[in-house]
């Protein structure tokens, strides 16, 4: 019996230190900003915007009030599905973890995608995450705001 009660201490520490114990413990709102570093569309089919073309985009994800320097980046992946509808799915590679993103979207000036769920301390979380541009162009800067629920 004895034996049985510390193997499950030791269990109990061990995911104590696991990425299951670190995960977001209530919801929570992160707001940052993200400047567009690599932009690609791959013309596929008929020439110029047309269905099943693609857009990738890669951006730098900042928390000015922390540090000037970026804190991780984005990766957004998207498929046409008419002149400028599309569907996208984004990773968001921040200190503690990624977050999960997909949905649909009409313009890159404002849209909203789900939060899917993530990695690390965001590997429980779900909710939406608004994207609202503040410089359309060279480079494309956007603010950023999630909103999560465990």
């Known amino acids: 019996m004895r034996r049985l009660s510390l193997s499950i201490a030791a269990i109990m520490l061990a995911l104590s230190g696991s990425p299951l114990a670190r995960a977001l413990p209530g919801p929570g709102v992160i707001r940052i900003t993200q400047r567009q570093v690599e932009d690609a569309r791959i013309d596929l089919g008929r020439h110029g915007p047309s269905i099943g073309d693609i857009e990738v985009t890669r951006a730098l994800l900042y928390n000015t009030n922390i540090t000037p320097h970026p804190i991780g980046h984005s990766e957004l992946l998207c498929t046409f599905t008419g002149t400028n509808s599309r569907i996208c799915s984004g990773v968001y590679f921040l200190p503690k973890g990624k977050i999960i993103t997909g949905g649909s979207l009409l313009y890159r000036q404002f849209y909203e995608l789900a939060v899917l769920g993530g990695t ?23 603010i950023l705001l999630f909103r999560l629920l465990p």
């Open 120 to 142: 690390g301390l965001y590997n429980n979380v779900r909710g939406t995450l608004t994207v609202t541009s503040l410089k359309p162009s060279h480079p494309a800067t956007d």
